[in-house]
Nanobody, 115 residues
Framework: QVQLRESGGGSVQPGESRRLSCTTS????????MGWYRQTRGKQRELVAL???????NYGDSVAGRFSIARDDAKNTVALEMNSLKPEDTAFYYC?????????WGQGIQVVVSS
């Protein structure tokens, strides 16, 4: 059974940092591109950050320079370090595993940035 489980969400103040983690099981983690997406009510899910199976990171324009993604193939996890958080970063964040044969989503975790 494939599981992607996000952790680390919660409420933070603007300017603070937060680290999200996604723990996976049931997949050959090393062959998957791993990504973080986010969604707010009424909007489409958008790419936050992605790291390919061979370790190349990509970032959405709105988070480039503030967020950092890192994968640990030994632990089957992918982390998202979020710095200089802004109220507009408030969203549900979803972990994604993607491969040409198919992909998987976590259930999502909420991050609220508010003073």
């Amino acid at each position: 059974q494939v599981q992607l489980r996000e952790s680390g969400g919660g409420s933070v103040q603007p300017g603070e940092s937060r680290r999200l983690s996604c723990t996976t099981s049931g997949i050959d983690f090393s062959i998957y591109d791993m990504g973080w997406y986010r969604q707010t009510r009424g909007k489409q899910r958008e790419l936050v950050a992605l790291v390919t199976a061979d370790g190349m990171p990509n970032y959405g324009d709105s988070v480039a320079g503030r967020f950092s993604i890192a994968r640990d193939d030994a632990k089957n996890t992918v982390a998202l370090e979020m710095n200089s958080l802004k109220p507009e970063d408030t969203a549900f964040y979803y972990c994604n595993a993607a491969h040409y044969t198919g992909g998987y989503w976590g259930q999502g975790i909420q991050v609220v940035v508010s003073s």
